[in-house]
Each structure stands twice: as C-alpha cells, then as structure tokens.
C-alpha cells in the first residue's frame, strides 16, 4: 500500500451535477496530481499541486478545478458533469514538484455519471 | 503528436515462462521512462524507472530494456507466476509531464 488515501471510493452522479473528490498524499510527499482512467485506457493527466499552487495542467477544461490544502491533501472538483466524465480518478503523489516524479497512487474514485 | 504503444493484445501465459511486453513510442525522446503494475479497481503500483542512458534495468524476476534508437522499451517477466497477472503501463516522461500507454493485460495460467 502507498499510503495515498482518496474518497469517496464509487459516486454516482446525473449529468449537469458538480463533484468533489478527496485525496490524502503519502507521508512527506508535497505533490498531488490527478488522473483521469477511462476504461480500457491509461491515466491522463488532468493537472498537478506542489506545495498549494498549481503546477500544470492536462488538456482538460476549466470545469475541472482543485485545491491542495497546507496537510498536502488535496481535492478536485468537476462542475456540470458530462457522460464522458465516467472514469476512474486517480490521485497520485510525490515529492520534488517534478510532473515526471514516480506516482505513488491512492485507490482511485470510480465516478459514473448517468 | 506524441503517441505511446503498448502490446495491442492481452498476453497469455504459462506459469513459469517469460513474458515480454513492449511500449513503442514516437516523435519524443524522453529522459526515463517508467513501469507500473495496476490490478483491477486498483491504482497503479511503480515498478521500475530506466534512464536513457541505461540499456537494462533488473528488479528480481522484472528486467527492462530501453532502446533509444528503436524508441521502444522491453518488459521482461521471468518464471512468470499467477500472481503476476495484472495490466502493466509503461510511462514516458512528456513536456515534463508523465504520459501513460494504454497497457497490456498478461494473464499467468497455472
């Protein structure tokens, strides 16, 4: 186990709604980056924190926002949820604000958007 | 555009041979590249990262090849066992970003 912590494990959502998902990073970590796992594919990066700010982004739109707190966890939130939103999110850290860092992944959040 | 390929196929196998997967990708020359295990319902797990100017890597039963010329890397899985099967994704360090192949399942029969 990495230590990467994230809720809530599955959601289900209706188009047009907003979401929020919760990571807690590995102990010492100061980076938390998001992926976005369609089935059958690899994650895609959505974007990155390191120590608060935003540190890049993935080509993902503007409705796709987050937060990372001074603990280093970190939320993400999608605003009018889409049908091609249904993936698998997967919060990541690692230490060193480096986007090429090894990934230490939580469990991911299975969200389904009908 | 960048493009990362993995094995196109699920890899099936008897249990204590060798698997060999492959991660081909073009139109970049990344730095390292790096090798995750991910079960179903499960987040990725590191494997193994190789530098370019590294030609092999081991980690116990794991060896991984990286041929900068051929653009492509080589994951090796020796005296494969049940509990290898899994879906494992390459990554490529991308505009300092991680970018991930799709992956190649390998089923390990008894």
Do not use: M
């Not at chain 1, 230590?3 to 047009?16: E, N």
């Not at chain 2, 494997?47 to 370019?52: D, G, P, S, T």
């Not at chain 2, 090796?76 to 990554?91: E, R």
């Amino acid at each position: 186990e990495t230590g990467v912590t994230q809720s809530p494990t599955h959601l289900i959502k209706t188009r047009g709604q907003q979401v929020t998902l919760r990571c807690s990073s590995q102990s010492g970590h100061n980076t938390v980056s998001w992926y976005q796992q369609a089935l059958g594919q690899g994650p895609q990066f959505i974007f990155q924190y390191y120590r608060e700010e935003e540190n890049g982004r993935g080509n993902f739109p503007p409705r796709f926002s987050g937060l990372q707190f001074p603990n280093y966890s970190s939320e993400l939130n999608v605003n009018a949820l889409e049908l091609d939103d249904s993936a698998l999110y997967l919060c990541a850290s690692s230490l060193g604000g480096q986007g090429t860092d090894t990934q230490y992944f939580g469990p991911g959040t299975r969200l389904t958007v009908l | 555009s960048q493009k990362i390929e993995q094995n196109s196929e699920a890899l099936n196998i008897q249990e204590g041979k060798t698997a060999t997967l492959t991660c081909n990708y073009t139109n970049y020359s990344p730095a390292y590249l790096q090798w995750y295990r991910q079960d179903p319902g499960r987040g990725p797990v590191f494997l193994l990262l190789i530098r370019e100017n590294e030609k092999e890597k081991r980690k116990e039963r794991l060896k991984v090849t990286f041929d900068t010329t051929l653009k492509q890397s080589l994951f090796h899985i020796t005296a494969s066992q049940p509990a290898d099967s899994a879906t494992y994704l390459c990554a490529l360090d991308i505009t300092l970003r991680l970018s991930f192949g799709a992956g190649t399942t390998v089923t390990v029969r008894a």
